[in-house]
């Protein structure tokens, strides 16, 4: 699923693992937002260290030129985003890599409800600066 050599592989491993089991539970077809609430639960109940709908700076050349909302902030280091999509675009991806960018962050996850099987992808930030 995850390789060991990656970093935060044991935290990311964790968090799919999470929501593999609220797909299993629920299946697709609901709203976003259910997934969301359920992922959360699941992710108290395996102790994740989380918040939901964090809001933060966007930075364009290290000024701030908005703000956004990523889904869930794990353990203040990793971007989870949901989707409840039938199918995930490229759009998609380059959005939640933006995303990482914008919030200097340095690892994320893309994860889809909405098709038959559960959708993750892994992500990395390759312009991440150490703060």
């Known amino acids: 699923m995850i390789k060991k050599d990656y970093k935060y592989s ?15 539970y629920l299946g697709n ?15 108290e109940l395996r102790s994740i260290p989380h918040q939901r709908e964090v809001e933060m700076d966007v ?7 908005g703000r956004r909302r990523v889904d869930f902030l794990v353990d203040e280091t990793i971007s989870v985003e ?5 199918q995930l675009e490229p759009v998609h991806l380059a959005q939640a890599i933006n995303y ?11 994860i889809n409800f909405g098709e038959t099987k559960l959708k993750f992808h892994r992500l990395e930030n390759k312009k991440y600066k150490k703060p």
């Open 10 to 24: 044991e935290l990311t491993g964790n968090i799919i693992g999470a929501a593999m089991e609220v797909h299993s």
């Open 29 to 43: 077809g609901f709203q976003e937002v259910i997934y969301q609430r359920a992922l959360s639960h699941e992710m």
């Open 59 to 65: 930075m364009y050349k290290d000024i701030q030129v």
């Open 82 to 86: 949901i989707k409840a999509l039938t």
């Open 100 to 110: 990482l960018e914008a919030y200097n962050l340095e690892i994320g996850l893309l």
